[in-house]
């Protein structure tokens, strides 16, 4: 049981690349995240998804941007990257659930931006 | 909106002594807390979770949370801490049904520290 899977695990671009993250999640379910963690700044929500074809903002989605076209998977893009975008990022999935059901991570993707 | 609040950066225990990670929160409606645990190097690791019921909620690794309505506070606890326990606690709130999508707010992280 893979559970949550982010590709890739590092990652080193340039200032003005892009590149896409990929997170594949095999537990069926409805909800999916992207969080980015800093250094004393806790996990910030970039973009979510509630269901196949559905993205919506977080708290931070500046600069990304964020498709859902297959249930399983959840892409975060970074059109031109930039060193302030130097962060581990996490996806992670939950179901539905009603709000009571905890939500599981990938084992997150370090991305350095020079 | 909902938020978590952890004041302490670091705690510092020894080994065998018991051990609080302290978190508040403020929400409208029924709170949903979440404690996570996260390892060097690895992803987020869920320990408990807090819905409804008893205000003593156990989980995973021997931990335990209180709930405290009164006093908005949802503190982690184990009664005998190991160097093991050692890693970066998160404290989460969920949105609560009916106001919005469901999402995870976290707190900063608190770094617990077990010395032998």
């Known amino acids: 049981n893979a559970g949550v899977t982010q590709t890739p695990k590092f990652r080193v671009l340039k200032t003005g690349q892009s590149m896409t993250l990929l997170c594949a999640q095999d537990?069926?379910?409805?909800?999916m995240y992207w969080y980015r963690q800093d250094p004393g700044m806790g996990l910030r929500l970039i973009h979510y998804s509630v269901g196949e074809g559905t993205t919506a903002k977080g708290e931070v989605p500046d600069g990304y941007n964020v498709s859902r076209l297959k249930k399983q998977n959840f892409l975060l893009g970074l059109e031109s990257a930039a060193p302030s975008q130097t962060s581990v990022y996490f996806c992670?999935?939950?179901?539905?659930?009603?709000?009571?059901?905890?939500?599981?991570f990938g084992q997150g993707t370090r991305l350095t931006v020079v | 909106a909902q938020s978590v609040a952890q004041p302490e950066d670091q705690v510092n225990v020894a080994e065998g002594n018991p051990l609080t990670v302290k978190c508040t929160y403020s929400?409208?409606?029924?709170?949903?807390l979440f404690w996570y645990v996260q390892y060097p190097n690895r992803g987020l690791q869920f320990l408990l979770k807090?819905?409804?019921?008893?205000?003593l909620v156990k989980g995973s690794y021997g931990f335990e949370a209180e709930f405290n309505k009164s006093q908005t506070s949802f503190h982690l606890k184990k009664p005998s801490a190991l160097v093991s326990d050692s890693a970066l606690y998160f404290c989460a709130v969920r949105d609560p049904p009916g106001s919005g999508y469901s999402t995870l707010t976290f707190g900063k992280g608190t770094m617990l520290l077990v010395s032998p």
């Open positions: 537990m069926n379910h409805e909800y």
């Open positions: 807090y819905i409804t019921g008893d205000n």
């Open positions: 992670a999935s939950s179901y539905i659930g009603g709000g009571y059901t905890e939500a599981f």
């Open positions: 929400v409208s409606g029924n709170p949903y």
